[in-house]
């Protein structure tokens, strides 16, 4: 058996950074994603119930300063592919380097950590930007006892509600601590991905009726481009449930009983998101049958056409073909209404074909 | 590989409630169903072994007043919609804001979270309407020490039995105690899934005649949908087999052991729904098998009379061509019975044709 | 996308009792199978290692009396859909309403349940019939200290070879306590299911046999049902396994050690039979696939009689229609041997096709 | 819907004898399977680091005799159809009746059972014989403190690897205990596993070969032929990973630490058997696609054939009947080119649909 | 039924080593494997916080001698077909048989074992050689208190990073003791896995592209062969994340806490590349889904094309054929325009016909 060779030779030009990576000791900070240049920036919420203060673009040393007590610090960090400005970022807060790869490695899947100062994580934000396409976007969020440490690629992120809460004085928010401040930006990361996964459910739908009404050629790539997506949405979905549990049943000091509470509530969309998945999941499976199934359709459709067509006129042409013969003597040939003889046993034919298939029901 | 990229803008007309909960914090009270626009209105009943009394429209701080020994109080709130009046409620039985959410939250799934002084539960109520429509309206069940306040979203519910049952002065459930209620509550939720559940089997067996006896080209499509709702009751149906088990395990003083000894008859119709959806899964898939190999076997009929009908004509056609050829030497149209000849030659391929189809079983 | 509506109405006479039931309080003793309105008769077999003495139409209050010690009593109460016999027997055996229930409920799941007094199991009995078909019997087993109470639906069962074994002095049965019978009993089903298992393979070799040798239009019809068949055996059998397994783990005293020794026996036997249902459903899955295979092996055979028929024919009847022509100048015509010319051409291309279709594999 | 019974009567020359048991009690030793009316014979191997003595047809007591310390004894039954002398043998050794119904119960799965003096397992052997069929032979193996009692059903077996050891004064097996004899036998029988599905594989290579070169119309049968084998293999190979596992775990004195370090050795390759049955399985099923594809493949290119003579040769014929009209006047028949230049345009005709079809890239 | 017997007779040039090594006492030191007759050599690298010692060709005893306090010994084996050496090395370590067995076993599955001297693992270094072909080379390592011992197939591995690190003076390798070189190395062949994984993955990229543009007859075989390397792939992967999963946990004293955090590290890249490897297992079904609908689309476009020109032109010639009959009296034929109108009444039909395919779409 000749088996046909596939050779894939792994450009250099096409390469992810990656493979780049390897061989690197663990522990290397180094953005691998495609969000690459960018200046990291800084942004700064400090919050208590009485007041806020914004500021944007502050010295690093200023960040980890002690605050007062019921004062919170949301430090956002804009663009991570800066590795120079990451490791800086880690010193001034004394984090793993383990941990700032992770940050910053976007093939990393959601995962906690924890650790006695800090509680780390890194999940995908998963939003439709303003031409509803799903953007990507690697996050990782540290929570420390007073402070929350964000670290996004883009300078979209799905915290906007979050950030209003806060500027509005009366927002529970503003009077609890860093622990609900943390939950509140997991929850406002699983709210996008019931977004997300309504949006792929929309396509879904649009492709079954258009599996149904107007099947093309297309239909079929799109159903396996959409089975994808929700592969891929289930891949970076699917392992926040667990991780959401684990905070629920830590016992680390950091996150407080009140805040398991509401974490509960978090816990049970992602249960809702993933069982969605798997819906839309056999869902899209069942789109390929009904696919298939219509192509079937059609092609019974084509051979009916083909048949009804055959059926009737070669006959009727083997007829005629027989009066054509130059036989010398073909009696019926000199018959008066020979010719009109003819046509009526063709008509008779005819109509006795188009009777059977009414009757089969192919008419 | 050019893709199709399928584009759905979420229209703003088309966006269900859901999104417009998205960055709202959690504990907002916000019903996102479509049963919008309804006024709450209540229903109550006060029972005791001696006696029933019904009230409609009583005032709130009445429903939470102390209680003789003995008396338990069933209080019904049907309309959900009305955020400000579920609020209200919900200071008056001292419930939790997550609790009122969930309460209303139709998107929510089956859940039963317990707390000292409640029992807190979230169902869908599946029956099938006078038009024999199925109807999935969202149920809150909470159970207090005397009481059981049910939060639905229609004046139809599924627990008429149980009023009957209690209005007649010898049930048994007149002289128990509230968890009594709240399990008869509950078994009337799960039969009525035996009976939803039997109603999509009727659908299949209906379905499964259609495809033996006469598939039609949109049979395939009611495949589709039945499996739809298989799926969609299945993730209905399928929490409530775990929460009815918690509700037997509980240490929850606020259920006693005699009530344990009939949730566990319900937690067996809760195992045979759940197996019998799965077989109906099961058959709907296989449904789809069938009608896919139904459709090859009308194929192999409509490309059976095209063979046979080009088989038999062709080569005859053929013969008459030959004899219809303008050749000066012909012999054969100078024989006399060269004519009734060839229409013996054709008479006797015919005829060899018709056996040979006949053997091989197409005729 | 206009959607087709698949209305059922459920209409009252074909209602199933089970239906019937609902709103009915919990306990309700109601015979919902399809064997109604049968008298209940009763069979008692009482022996000792000594003795066997068997009673028809004893009296209630007769069966419940004390034994002497060493003696056990078979009691078989046959026809369980008269309620008030029913009602009348638990009373006098002392039983829980909810037993009742589920002992004349056919739509229950095979159970069991454990008192202080007693062990309550339901099964459903397979066997086949003179006639081959399968029969489905409802069975209640109920195990006192020193007696068994069953309750079938009708005269015919598998426990033949049992009441043998108690009749024959020598048999190990005789000398051993109400545990043993149980467990024989239930050894005897267990056995059944064997059968009926087996039986279902038989038909699943000849369906295959039929696939392979003569598929015929009703074959996949034929395959679906053996499918479902299986199934349907499946939901009897399968949780049996797990009841005689809580037997052997159960520490309640009515179960001898001794016993249990058997019962492993008896739950190897249910592991088999799962087993083999299991490697059946695989084969039943395998023969649709099968009958497809053929269907398309049946098609490519049509299309090839027709694919050769006209390739062959359609460009001789070409040639002859060339020679048909009426034009005043065609040389060939005027040949003397143009006609024989023709037909050996003609010859030459039939000769040629026919070459190539045998090198294709066609022929 | 009329459906179609399938009817199998169970006739009594095809009865298997399993059915001949049903209703004999448990502990009934009886042979099931087809190898009957075989005498028992006796091969037995007594053994210790210094000497080695075979003796053929001993008397039964001398098998249960006191050993000098060192000595081990491997009693070979060989044939178990012999029901007398298998209750004989168990009176000898103390067996209890189950372990002897067991023993020779050809349709028991593999198990293992502990007792206080001997440990008891079934397995099933197979190897291929010289005609490289397969054959499945039922193994009991009984370890006592200083013997293991190996009961066979046929003189062909896996062990001869086993017994050159032990004649072999170097083999490690001399010195050491009955209980790694008893790994020796299992390992033997494991090994064994590994060379019958390696030879599974090698029939679904020569499959894949014959689907992708050369697929007739009886390799589907032959596919799902080795798909069954692969199953009927799962089932027998399957549980013995679990029963190897539990000797590792067991605490019974009998099994030596030693041995258990040994049976790591035999459980990794029951794991490394079962993934390769998983992987052949799922292999198997690709096959039944492959051909399935390329079933699909030939019909495109018989229908592609036909689709290219057709649509050359009808236009064509059609031109010709135009001129084979007999109108008075058609002004082309009198053209003295007439003729050659409908054939020029024949030729055109021709070559453009070839030029067509050729960029279809269907020639 | 007859059925059609696979004869496979395993010939003895065939036969692959590990068949030799059947009925040899387990620990029999054997290489199964295809890269025999290789000399084992010896590459080893002594290390310390100051400095780096390479060594080529020691002597044995040398290999095993005390080292200072702070140095470490990579002791690097290439070629193991040797059993010989194999054997000796073993003694000097004092290496039980059965590690040494599974060290040259080729067909052993990953595995991890712990003594209280060393910890041994077996796996599968996966890597693309310079054609880019994937490479399957058998790997065991040995972790002592102060040294590794590595045992691999070939001169080619995936340590060269490691190597580097090594000889880099500012390497954090170099500072830390054995444990860490050994999750050093474990960490380079998950990573491997990575690259052989994306490879894989390209392969299905480009595959697809195949599919979608221009899917050939042997398309499908290639879909199946990437199918097959999934799956081995996978073999040969998943059981690494468990084994590393049981370093993390170990509570060997071999293992330092350090090295457990990196050994996390580890662990998620295993799970990165299993969840991938599932990925790409749907992707590849869906790819053989996708070419059979496409290959379906094609037989519709064929279809389409036959009885386009068939149902245009055969009643044409139909119409022709009627007009070439020779009856007598034929009025039409004596019709000065008769020629005209028939051809007109042909162009009509032809003009009907199109616009009738236009509207289905079929052209």
């Known amino acids: 058996m000749a088996k046909k060779k596939i050779q894939v030779k792994i450009k250099n030009k096409h390469l992810p950074r990656m493979f780049?990576?390897?061989?690197?000791?663990?522990?290397?900070?180094?953005?691998?994603?495609?969000?690459?240049?960018?200046?990291?920036t800084l942004q700064v919420l400090e919050y208590s119930h009485e007041e806020v203060k914004e500021e944007v673009h502050p010295t690093l040393d200023h960040l980890s300063r002690k605050l007062e007590p019921g004062k919170n610090l949301w430090i956002d960090v804009i663009g991570i592919s800066d590795e120079g400005f990451i490791e800086q970022l880690g010193k001034e807060f004394k984090l793993n380097s383990l941990i700032l790869e992770d940050a910053v490695n976007t093939h990393q899947r959601p995962k906690i950590d924890e650790y006695e100062e800090y509680i780390f994580s890194v999940f995908k934000m998963l939003y439709l930007n303003a031409d509803q396409q799903l953007v990507v976007e690697h996050l990782a969020l540290i929570l420390f006892q007073d402070r929350v440490l964000v670290l996004q690629e883009l300078k979209e992120d799905v915290f906007n509600g979050v950030r209003e809460r806060i500027r509005n004085?009366?927002?529970?928010?503003?009077?609890?601590?860093?622990?609900?401040?943390?939950?509140?930006?997991i929850d406002a990361v699983v709210d996008s991905y019931l977004e997300v996964v309504e949006h792929a459910f929309q396509k879904i739908e649009l492709l079954e009726e258009e599996v149904y009404n107007n099947p093309k050629h297309d239909t079929a790539h799109s159903i396996q481009e959409i089975k994808k997506e929700v592969i891929r949405l289930h891949k970076w979905i699917f392992p926040v449930k667990e991780l959401v549990h684990r905070l629920i049943e830590t016992e680390n000091p950091l996150v407080t009983k009140d805040t398991k509470l509401f974490l509960r509530d978090a816990l049970d969309h992602c249960i809702e998101v993933n069982e969605n998945l798997q819906i839309y999941r056999e869902m899209s499976i069942s789109l390929m049958e009904m696919y298939m199934s219509n192509m079937s359709n059609k092609m019974n459709e084509v051979m009916k056409v083909l048949t009804?067509?055959?059926?009737?006129?070669?006959?009727?042409?083997?007829?005629?073909?027989?009066?054509?013969?130059?036989?010398n003597r073909m009696p019926e040939l000199q018959w008066e209404y020979g010719y009109y003889a003819v046509l009526g046993l063709m008509l008779a034919i005819l109509i006795i074909m188009l009777v059977y298939f009414k009757r089969k029901g192919w008419l």
């Open 169 to 185: 004085k009366s927002g529970r928010i503003r009077s609890r601590g860093a622990d609900y401040l943390f939950f509140a930006l």
């Open 308 to 327: 009804i067509m055959a059926s009737i006129f070669i006959p009727l042409t083997f007829i005629a073909g027989i009066y054509g013969m130059n036989f």
């Open 20 to 40: 780049k990576k390897k061989g690197k000791p663990p522990g290397t900070i180094m953005y691998v994603g495609q969000r690459e240049g960018m200046t990291s």
